[in-house]
């Protein structure tokens, strides 16, 4: 297991994240444009999957990733919430950093 993408900074992760969920709209984020240090990006459409061919095989990766990365921290998966779903009790194990 290793992630996915590493941005070179804020602003860069954030576009390495919408290469795959889509840039913000009001539907998947609403609220979004009135943030204080909010900064509009290229559009860009959601994809189908993000998750490595071995990774989107295994079913409970992706509900896992996609809970994750939901845009709206409205409705995004808790940390508490990720760790106790069966993703992270399947071998193998985490990567060491």
């Not at 602003?11 to 009135?34: M, N, R």
């Not at 490595?52 to 939901?70: D, I, K, Q, W």
Request: no cysteine; net charge negative.
């Amino acid at each position: 297991r290793r992630r996915v993408e590493t941005g070179g900074n804020e602003v860069d992760q954030l576009g390495k994240i919408f290469s795959y969920t889509g840039t913000p709209t009001p539907e998947t984020w609403p609220g979004a444009s009135q943030l204080l240090r909010f900064v509009e990006f290229q559009p860009a459409a959601p994809q189908p999957s993000f998750l490595p061919p071995a990774a989107e095989a295994r079913t409970s990766a992706g509900p896992v990733a996609s809970g994750l990365l939901l845009l709206d921290p409205a409705r995004r998966m808790s940390a508490r919430e990720a760790l106790e779903a069966e993703f992270f009790a399947e071998a193998p194990s985490p990567t060491p950093p």
